[in-house]
């Protein structure tokens, strides 16, 4: 039976993207920061860990790219990744009016993709960042002095004197979070349905490098799907670069273009190479 480690506590989206991947007959240890669930795969107290990368609405999740940065030679690589729609719901006590709160609590992406409902629906309330969103039900529904409501699932909020608004609270209909699956070694064995490779490089600060490195992609026909920049952290202005390129990395094409790619760069590693997420 596989432990599967995931930025936790229960019944958030990312517990949620983990069940649907794995069924709920796996083992599942939640972890408190996307660190967490890397150490936890690194140190094989976990067979795969569950992260989230990127959101529909406000782009990467930063945390999970530096990671790869920050320690570099991990053994961990992408085995998958997956596609969740997110629904959020304003929770409160259910003596409190929409107009009585004064502090909404709530994980800061779950804040900025419901801002603009927030900023119609509650102006005048305060935005309060928290590790999580289960946290955020938490406080809202014991630990705060004064009328409060929490942004998350629906299934966090349990109790006879709990009020959930009946519709998700996020404008936009198009909310989806992707998450991917973590684990060790590379998995080099293309599936039947259409995949994916992720690339980490750096490169030399000079004119048109960005535009050369991915020139090989062009030539081959090879799309490119993402590319996001992040800094290396270790000198200013120095970058590390991720892309998502659809095709396997066996695949003729991909193989030679990574090879014109790695040697125009100064550092070159694929993350993994996985069936694109549905």
């Given amino acids: 039976m596989s432990m599967i480690a995931y930025l936790g506590p229960k019944k958030t989206n990312t517990h949620e993207a983990a069940i649907a991947r794995f069924g709920r007959r796996a083992k599942y240890i939640h972890a408190p920061t996307i660190d967490d669930v890397f150490y936890l795969v690194e140190r094989r107290v976990a067979d795969y860990g569950v992260v989230p990368v990127e959101n529909s609405l406000q782009g990467a999740v930063t945390h999970t790219l530096d990671r790869f940065i920050d320690f570099i030679d991990t053994p961990v690589y992408i085995h998958g990744e997956i596609q969740r729609p997110i629904r959020h719901y304003l929770i409160m006590k259910r003596r409190w009016r929409l107009q009585d ?10 804040l900025a993709q419901c ?28 630990g705060s002095r004064v009328p409060a ?4 699932r629906r299934e966090l909020a349990s109790g006879h004197n709990v009020k959930v608004r009946a519709r998700s609270i996020s404008l936009e209909l198009e909310n989806r979070t992707r998450f991917l699956i973590l684990g060790l070694g590379e998995q080099s064995i293309p599936g039947r349905r259409k995949n994916k490779t992720s690339i980490l490089f750096s490169l030399k600060d000079k004119p048109g490098a960005l535009h050369d490195a991915l020139v090989p992609f062009r030539r081959h026909q090879l799309n490119l799907t993402k590319i996001e920049s992040r ?20 695949s003729l094409r991909m193989t030679r273009a990574l090879r014109t790619l790695k040697a125009r760069t100064t550092h070159f590693r694929i993350l993994g190479s996985y069936p694109i997420g549905r």
């Fill in 115 to 142: 801002r603009r409902w927030i900023s119609q629906r509650l102006p005048h309330a305060i935005r309060r960042e928290v590790d999580s969103t289960a946290r955020a039900v938490w406080i809202a529904l014991h």
């Fill in 231 to 250: 800094p290396s952290k270790r000198k200013a202005w120095e970058y590390y670069f991720f892309i998502d390129v659809e095709g396997h990395v066996s």
């Fill in 101 to 110: 709160v004064k502090i909404v609590f709530s994980h800061p992406q779950a």
């Fill in 149 to 152: 409501a929490a942004i998350g």
